[in-house]
């Protein structure tokens, strides 16, 4: 079946724009996570959701990021105002409600700020 | 939190058995173990999952001691194919349907011919 799948693939933005990166998780999965990985770096844990809900937001950066998951699926996060230590590979992944470790993860969104 | 350590690094020739070892001396009772491993330019992919003692599926096996405070991960007979970055992951449930996820830095494993 289909995995999960994240867009755009790549994007270019410039220093003080707005971005919004989409996620789509594995059909029937209830849980869904996003990270964030800087380069030769390991992932940082931002915000997971479990339906459409999100328990804990404290991962998140700072308040320039939001997330948020509609319909028990899609998910997207959003970064406002964009700083250049901004520049990463996000990346979306999604379990099964009770499988909360073996997450599947999409091929991630490679943001560069500029 | 459990804070997780690996070897920044390892070589190995194809066809020995490598063992990469993660410690996580601060987990918590009800915290889980698990590995992953990336490739370039992908996202990571679940290799193994274990709370205690040794865990053993088609391509691994996790071996963790009485007193949970490191796990070493075991790939048999590696091939060129198994070069990746591995990470360990800590799994912390804090409650109120809240999880603390802290992925290790990597291992780099390199497969020598």
């Known amino acids: 079946g289909a995995g999960v799948s994240q867009s755009p693939s790549n994007k270019v933005t410039e220093k003080g724009k707005d971005v919004e990166l989409r996620c789509d998780p594995i059909?029937?999965?209830?849980?869904l996570y996003w990270y964030r990985q800087r380069l030769g770096q390991g992932l940082e844990f931002l915000i997971y959701f479990q339906g459409n809900s999100a328990p804990d937001k404290s991962g998140l950066p700072s308040d320039r990021f939001s997330a948020e998951r509609t319909g028990e699926s899609v998910s997207t996060l959003t970064i406002q105002r964009t700083q250049q230590e901004d520049s990463a590979v996000y990346l979306c992944?999604?379990?099964?409600?009770?499988?909360?470790?073996?997450?599947?993860f999409g091929p991630g969104t490679r943001l560069t700020v500029t | 939190l459990a804070k997780t350590t690996q070897p920044i690094s390892m070589d190995s020739y194809e066809g020995q058995e490598v063992n990469i070892t993660c410690s996580h001396n601060?987990?918590?009772?009800?915290?889980?173990i698990t590995w992953y491993q990336q490739f370039p330019s992908q996202g990571p992919r679940f290799i193994i999952q274990g709370y205690k003692t040794k865990v053993t599926n088609e391509v691994a096996s996790l071996f963790i001691p009485a007193d949970r405070k490191s796990s070493t991960l075991s790939l048999p007979r590696v091939s060129l194919s198994d070069t990746a970055v591995y990470y360990c992951?800590?799994?912390?449930?804090?409650?109120?349907?809240?999880?603390?996820?802290?992925f290790g830095k990597g291992t780099k494993l390199s497969v020598i011919p």
């Open positions: 992951l800590v799994g912390h449930y804090s409650g109120a349907g809240s999880y603390q996820l802290t």
């Open positions: 992944a999604s379990s099964h409600g009770t499988e909360i470790y073996e997450q599947y």
């Open positions: 601060n987990i918590a009772t009800n915290d889980y």
């Open positions: 059909s029937g999965h209830t849980a």
